[in-house]
Structure formats: C-alpha cells, structure tokens
C-alpha cells in the first residue's frame, strides 16, 4: 500500500510542481525537470529540422503547389503573356451553352438525336391548314369524349381525359380527333390517339381487333366470323349480336384490303352515337389521316344497308 512518502515523482508538496521529477519508463532517475543530461530528449529532436533537411519543415510544400493568385482573369493574363489571341469574352454561362449538366448537347449529332422529328408539323397545325378547329377538351361539345374514352377497349383510367380535340372532315366523314391524356399530379402523358365519327344511323355495339392484343371487357360479345381464314387470324370482330350490318363490315373487301396492309396496331369500338379507333401513340398529321380512311371503310360497310 503506498503512501505519500512513496517515491512516485512527486516530492512532499504534491500541487506546486517544484519536486516533480520525470518517472523512470520516460527518462529514467534523472534531475527534476527532464532527462539526465547524458541521454537524448527525443521530444527535443522531434521538434529540431535535421542537419541534411534541406529546408525547415514548416516552409516545404509539394511540387506544383504553388498556384497562382485566385483572382477571375488569371487565365486569360496568362494567355496574353505568350501571345495567344483570344476569343471574344461573350459572358455566356457554360449551362446556357449546352454543357454536360443543362441545354442541348452542342455536338450536332447528340442534338439530332434529341430532337423530336416523328411529327415536323404538329397535329394542331395540320388541322388548322385543312379547316379543322382546335380546342382543348373542355368544351360542351367535348363531354360525349369522355364517354367514349371510358368505353374503349383499353382498360382506361379515371385519370384518362381527352385533350387537344380537332374537328373538321375528312373524305365524306365528319371526324373529331383527340389525344387520350394521363393526367396524374404533374406528370401528364398523351397515351392513346383517337380519331372517330359521329354516325346518325343504329349501329350495333361491336369491337374489331387485332387478334394478337389482349382483349379487355368483352363479356356478352360473340366473335363474327368473316370466312376468310388469313383475315380471320389476324383480325376478329365481336358483336352483341350477329346480324347482317356485323356481317358486311368484317367481309367488307374494302376493310380487309386496309386492315391486312396495316401493321394490325388499331383498334374499334362503338359507342356514344360513334365510331372509334385508338392507337397507342399520340396524334400526328400521318395518323389523323391513317384513321380517316380506316373509319371510312368501316363506317361505309356498316352504312351499307340502310
């Protein structure tokens, strides 16, 4: 058991230093203060620059750290220095040039590559050329679009709503055609394009598909046969019922030569007093004229026995 006489560094007046003595594992039984005089104080030589430094530790600094000034005309100074010529300073931020982080690619190929060309003219100004007339989908005469869209046979959304309506003629046929919008918070996507016509005739509830699509909501419809085999493996029609007006639009020369030279990629329907066929695609010039001559053929061959 110690006690304060115990030889532990520390002399009888623990508290005002004057006895303190370094302990034997740091420097020995040396003078109070520090090692014996004839033993290296390595703290002391940590603190001292070698003989062969050949300059003080606290000056050295890696190659190439010496940089310049940090002031904004810097490189530019330098350039005049060797005599580089300049090109004009425009201010123009890197972002509003096109760099990696904003605008377009300044590369001609990366900008051509981000650039829109599946419709150069745009579906409102080709209606507009022809006479059509343009609105947004909210009008009163746009309210029966809402029903056809609910009706189609792509399992719509309550968040699906018409858009940009055009309505004009096309051939013999008044159409009204319109993008099928998903509106969800401030994502907002044309998914489907429609195109159809208003018919004053009865026309029967029917649908006419590609054989290859998935069919939706076809409950209660019985498929019409048109006895051409190569027809009928691509194409099918479903009716609520079969009658003679079902029966000349699927053996209708005219739709088969249409249908079989397209791509199988539409769809028709009836409903709200029209005739429809919806692609997936938003509207373009190409398509709105696509539709009209499938919906002539179609709606001629229902019309046929009236």
């Known amino acids: 058991m110690s006690t304060p006489r115990d030889p532990d560094g520390f002399g009888d007046r623990p508290g005002d230093g004057s006895e303190w003595r370094e302990p034997s594992h740091l420097g020995g039984e040396g003078q109070a203060g520090g090692p014996p005089e004839d033993e290296p104080n390595f703290a002391d030589r940590r603190r001292q620059p070698r003989d062969d430094d050949p300059a003080p530790r606290d000056a050295w600094q890696p190659p190439g750290w010496e940089l310049p000034a940090a002031t904004p005309d810097r490189g530019r100074a330098s350039e005049r220095s060797e005599g580089v010529p300049l090109p004009p300073a425009t201010g123009t931020p890197e972002r509003a040039r096109g760099g990696p982080f904003g605008g377009r690619p300044r590369d001609p190929e990366m900008a051509r590559a981000f650039t829109n060309e599946s419709d150069l003219v745009g579906a409102q100004g080709w209606a507009l050329q022809h006479g059509w007339t343009v609105s947004d989908g909210s009008a009163p005469e746009d309210a029966v679009l809402r029903e056809l869209v609910s009706s189609a046979p792509v399992r719509p959304s309550k968040e699906h709503r018409p858009a940009s309506v055009l309505r004009g003629r096309g051939g013999n046929l008044e159409l009204v055609a319109f993008d099928v919008l998903y509106a969800s918070g401030r994502h907002v996507v044309p998914e489907y394009a429609v195109t159809a016509a208003p018919v004053l005739g009865t026309v029967p509830t029917f649908r006419l598909t590609p054989a290859r699509f998935w069919k939706h909501r076809i409950g209660g419809l019985l498929p019409i046969p048109s006895g051409n085999e190569a027809f009928d493996a691509r194409w099918q029609l479903l009716a ?3 009658g003679p007006q079902v029966r000349r639009l699927v053996a209708d020369p005219a739709v088969q030569g249409l249908l079989m030279g397209s791509d199988d990629g539409d769809e028709f ?16 010039p190409q398509l709105i004229e696509h539709h009209t001559r499938l919906l002539g053929a179609v709606v001629g061959a229902l019309a046929a026995g009236y």
């Open 240 to 242: 609520v019922e079969d």
């Open 269 to 284: 329907w009836s409903a709200a007093g029209h005739v429809a066929v919806i692609r997936p695609d938003g509207h373009r």
